[in-house]
């Protein structure tokens, strides 16, 4: 009888466990939960826009386009290779939708190497254990989705991960959340979405006029992900290190040295992006706007009216790094032109060599001086 009863409880056990790896699979993250729950997050911000509203927004962007691109040329001094004039017009559940595009093809690398890192058979452990991390990470994904979604105003999707010829970058302008904070800093809705729109199109030409950008920021990213599954080994130790305190972000005192010197690569790439952008939204915004510096203040100022959960979701997530890579990069760009010229500073667009790394982002007369020493004083056009 014991035999008998030993033999179904093994049998039971091998079933189940079968059972548990098939239920397992090989997904990091489930994405059709985690487009659920940022929706349920989102609960009555997931309304979608009357189509009337769309229709006369998209109108709007497209006219403010036509008249930005010149000025932005002008202020940038390259063309564009085709124009901007193709907006579109998002609710909140649809960025949630064209971003989780976005995620799944960065999960879909790291799922890859970790699936063909994996050595011996599948056991319940290691099953039980992708479950409860799926969790976690669907959970995660969608919190911070459904917050970003309720953020975020404008966006320059660039296509970093497109397969083969890259697509064009499109314009996505959330109009729910640029409506409301336009009533919220008591600003005139057509004035502010120009001044979004202004600043998304700068990005627009940074990377349309410049086609190695796009490779090369791809590729930064690429590597950053593979970093980040291969190297991921003492992951919790560095975690605990990190939050014990010391140094930079918290972020950065848990990488390793190679997952460090991507970031930082990839930091001083994004400051230089948002410091030319906003150096060239302030030159041509004077032009485009009446009082546009009234409006650029007020809207920088907004960071002030931020709760401490919201501060304290940016630090946990690494987006106040962003804020400083405004004021970073906006700093480097100031400081070549009080130097040198418009000229002189536009070399950074000439290939990924003139660049300036992070420590020259904080030092521009390192940058300036490089610069000079590589050409003998010449100025090299951006190609």
Request: zero cysteines.
């Amino acid at each position: 009888m014991g035999v008998v009863v030993g033999s179904l409880l093994a049998v039971g056990a091998t079933v189940a466990q079968r059972e548990l790896v098939r239920r397992a699979g090989t997904r990091l993250i489930d994405w059709e939960a985690v487009r659920q729950i940022a929706r349920r997050r989102l609960g009555v911000h997931a309304e979608p826009i009357p189509v009337r509203q769309r229709a006369a927004a998209e109108a709007f962007y497209r006219d403010a386009l036509l008249r930005i691109e010149p000025l932005v040329a002008e202020e940038i001094g390259a063309e564009l290779p085709h124009a901007l004039e193709v907006p579109a017009v998002v609710d909140r559940t649809e960025w949630v939708d064209l971003n989780l595009a976005t995620f799944q093809q960065l999960f879909g690398r790291v799922e890859r190497i970790f699936n063909e890192a994996q050595r011996g058979d599948d056991t319940a452990g290691r099953a039980l254990a992708r479950i409860v991390n799926r969790s976690v990470g669907n959970q995660q994904l969608g919190f911070l989705l459904a917050f970003l979604a309720r953020k975020v105003l404008g966006q320059y999707d660039v296509s970093l991960l497109a397969v083969g010829p890259a697509p064009r970058g499109r314009l996505n302008f959330v109009e729910q959340n640029i409506v409301a904070t336009a009533q919220a800093l008591r600003l005139p809705l057509d004035e502010f979405r120009t001044f979004i729109a202004l600043h998304e199109a700068t990005h627009a030409f940074e990377f349309e006029a410049y086609p190695w950008l796009r490779d090369y920021f791809a590729s930064n990213v690429a590597e950053a992900v593979e970093q980040l599954a291969t190297e991921s080994s003492g992951l919790g130790s560095r975690l605990r290190s990190a939050l014990a305190g010391g140094q930079g972000h918290w972020l950065e005192r848990m990488m390793t040295p190679g997952q460090l010197e991507t970031f930082r690569r990839t930091q001083a790439l994004m400051s230089l992006l948002e410091g030319y952008s906003n150096h060239v939204m302030n030159a041509a915004g004077e032009r485009l706007l009446p009082g546009f510096s009234q409006l650029h203040d007020r809207f920088e100022r907004r960071n002030e009216r931020r709760g401490a959960l919201e501060r304290a979701i940016m630090r946990l997530t690494g987006l106040d790094l962003k804020m400083e890579q405004y004021a970073a990069g906006e700093r480097f760009v100031d400081a070549v032109l009080r130097e040198r010229d418009r000229a002189f500073l536009n070399r950074v667009w000439s290939g990924p060599p003139a660049l300036p790394t992070l420590d020259e982002i904080s030092a521009p007369a390192r940058w300036i001086a490089r610069m000079e020493e590589r050409t003998g004083g010449r100025t090299e056009g951006p190609h």
